[in-house]
């Protein structure tokens, strides 16, 4: 099994419990822990069975408090499951924050953090999860089987973030968008066909290509305005010269 704990977290073990078992991590629900503490390890360790497999603070910071591969108990039947005799588990990450309100953009950072580390470590489809005993990524509510007193966790603000930018991120990083042709910018012939090129690319290739076409082509404007101020000056001195 990959690493049990996420890299750059901060590790505040939580001891298994009898009522929670081993699991082979399949996908991840997102919560809200309608708390501004930073940090639930203490509240935890009081609740009786009641935990998370982490916490993500405010500012983005997580706090790991199980191995991935143990059992937390904050989604009812998705905490796990037996099929085929084998135990599989949803991972579980409570967030700071009240009921109402957005996730921070450094939550959202790092919900996308563990979303792509599980994905490449665990192999964990990048998808919403297709149903409450099944691979993927989602958050409390989702399900009546995750969430079996009808919380809304977590808030609709959050569950239209998660699919306003998490699912579509989700799909990017799937199937990255293919990068319109760099080749055309960097043999183009004519100063025409370069901006033409690299319009296409800055509209609508990776980001990083984007960036670099953007700066590509207000570098050519630039150089564009500079000869035109040039050739300017050189006319005004050969009319000087004539005089
Ligand atoms: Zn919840």
Known sequence: MPELWLPGVVKKPIPQGANDPLIIPVGDVFHIAVSEAASLHDFFERSGGIESTGYIRRDGTIEQYRPLNVECDAQGDGNSWVRDGKRYGLNSWETQGMGEGEWTPQQIASIKFIIGWKHRNYGTPLRLNPGPNASGFGYHRMFKQWNKNAHSCPGSDRVQQFHGV??????????????????????????????????????????????????????????????????????????????
């Not at 101020?229 to 010269?241: F, M, T, W």
Request: hydrophobic content about 45%.
């Open 166 to 243: 998490i699912v579509p991120w989700m799909k990017e990083q799937a199937h990255p968008a293919k990068t319109p042709n760099i080749t055309a910018i960097l043999r183009a012939k004519t100063r025409e066909a370069r901006i033409a090129a690299a319009q296409k690319v800055a509209s609508r290739g990776s980001s990083e290509a984007k960036a670099a076409a953007h700066d590509l082509l207000s570098a050519m404007t630039a150089l564009h305005r500079a000869e035109q101020a040039r050739d300017a000056a050189l006319a005004a001195l050969r009319k000087l010269e004539r005089k």
